[in-house]
């Protein structure tokens, strides 16, 4: 086999002190559409070795732990090159010393798989639906079923075995002589019935409405209600903000028990888990990339630091026990409800064109795509403009009841905040 041949290779270099190894096989399948009529249809098998070498060396009186991470392909045969070129590589990184993740550590499986044929079925989900003047210009369909080992010279031998069902598209809506075109993507571990419908139809919809947008206004002082994709971002200033990484480089100060909104007195208590079984994420696994068996854990109750989270380095630099790393988190929702968030004068920013959070310094913000403008009485469209501020300077954060998934975070639908600035595309009258 192509890894023992690359285990044996390793084992016969002296300057290499440890080792690692993800294997990984993908097994694929890939439909393009153009309009309704498909255009590409294409299966894929890979495999990759992705190798890090660990080169453990002194100078002036300190020590260090080099790495370099290389690629081997299955028929490669250099590998006693590549790996004496790596360790060469490994003595210009001078990393502290830390340990890898070791056999002892307890075993847990974790296997998931859909079917690939199901694309078939994604494809006539995404295209059963029909709205006046509004259609999928283009699409694009991955589905992947992947499985990854992990070796290590300190004897970890684990596997993890994920599916993941990869789409994105343009829609495109026609009013009068007004032509627009939206982007859209989705990622999920598995396929369920109506789910891609339902979304499909939905940035169908959405399209349509920016269509008969106008441009937004500059308004003062009212509230802005975040929902869907900018949610997520929202809260990952929160996420690394407990990460022992950001922590041991001085990009967080955070501390166990510390009050994270000790200046937002009306903000919602948040509470966030990272969770390895996140239902219906793509980046569901039982081990991390060193091999750590993971488990879920709370890293935030009620906006204080529970605890800190890391991969077996960071932890180990920090000196606290390691979580592993984990991609997918989880916030649990609030006590009010959507329709209660939506009352009085409001922006509601359906999309955003790019929506970014500064996990550092908190600021946030980006152009407004497709909003709502509600001046308490009717609600219009709008588009352009921007939304911007800082998590420091907000004077209120309300999280709704009502909860949603995307990719690998659950949590609530919508949050309304107090506080943030809103530059319109026109001058309000």
């Not at 590409?40 to 660990?54: E, G, L, W």
């Not at 990622?187 to 349509?208: C, G, P, Q, W, Y």
């Not at 990009?251 to 009050?259: H, R």
């Not at 790019?354 to 497709?370: A, K, S, V, W, Y």
Request: one cysteine or more.
């Amino acid at each position: 086999m192509m890894i023992d041949r690359i285990i044996d290779a390793l084992r016969s270099q002296r300057e290499v002190d440890d080792w690692k190894i993800i294997e990984r096989r993908v097994d694929g399948r890939e439909l393009f559409f153009v309009k309704d009529a498909l255009d590409m249809n294409r299966a894929k098998q890979t495999q990759k070795f992705f190798v890090t070498v660990y080169h453990d060396f002194e100078e002036n009186g300190k020590f260090y732990r080099g790495s370099s991470e290389f690629t081997i392909h299955p028929g490669e045969i250099k590998i006693e090159s590549l790996i004496k070129e790596n360790v060469f590589s490994s003595k210009f990184v001078k990393n502290i010393p830390y340990p890898l993740v070791t056999s002892s550590e307890k075993r847990i499986a974790f296997t998931k798989a859909i079917p690939i044929d199901s694309i078939n079925e994604v494809a006539y989900d995404m295209y059963s639906e029909k709205l006046e003047n509004t259609w999928i210009n283009s699409s694009e369909i991955f589905m992947d079923h992947v499985e990854e080992r992990i070796v290590n010279s300190k004897g970890v031998d684990v596997s993890n075995d994920v599916s993941s069902l990869y789409v994105e598209f343009v829609t495109t809506s026609r009013f009068e002589k007004t032509e627009v075109e939206l982007y859209w993507n989705f990622k999920f571990s598995k396929f369920e019935d109506k789910v891609i419908r339902d979304k499909v139809v939905n940035a169908m919809k959405l399209t349509k409405d920016r269509a008969h947008a106008v441009s937004t206004p500059n308004l003062k002082d009212i509230p802005v209600i975040l929902v869907g994709e900018s949610v997520k971002e929202f809260f990952k200033y929160h996420l690394y903000k407990v990460s022992a990484r950001y922590i041991y480089q001085h990009l967080s100060n955070a501390k166990i028990g510390m009050d994270l909104h000790e200046n937002n007195q009306k903000c919602d208590g948040i509470t966030m888990w990272i969770d390895p079984f996140l239902e219906g994420s793509a980046y569901s696994v039982g081990y991390d990339e060193d091999g750590f068996p993971l488990i879920k854990i709370k890293i935030i109750d009620n906006s204080s630091v529970k605890n800190i989270w890391g991969d077996i380095r960071y932890a180990h630099y920090l000196g606290i026990e390691p979580t592993g790393h984990m991609t997918n988190f989880t916030v649990e929702p609030g006590k009010t409800s959507e329709d209660d968030l939506e009352t009085g004068k409001y922006v509601k920013v359906l999309s955003f064109s790019d929506f970014g959070m500064d996990p550092i310094t908190g600021d946030f913000g980006g152009e407004i795509r497709l909003g709502w403008y509600s001046d308490g009485k009717k609600t219009i469209p709008i588009t352009g403009g921007s939304i911007s501020g800082s998590i420091s300077d907000l004077f209120e954060i309300v999280l709704s009841k009502e909860t949603q998934q995307i990719d690998n975070f659950t949590g609530p639908n919508s949050l309304k905040i107090i506080g943030a600035k809103i530059s319109g595309s026109k001058t309000s009258t």
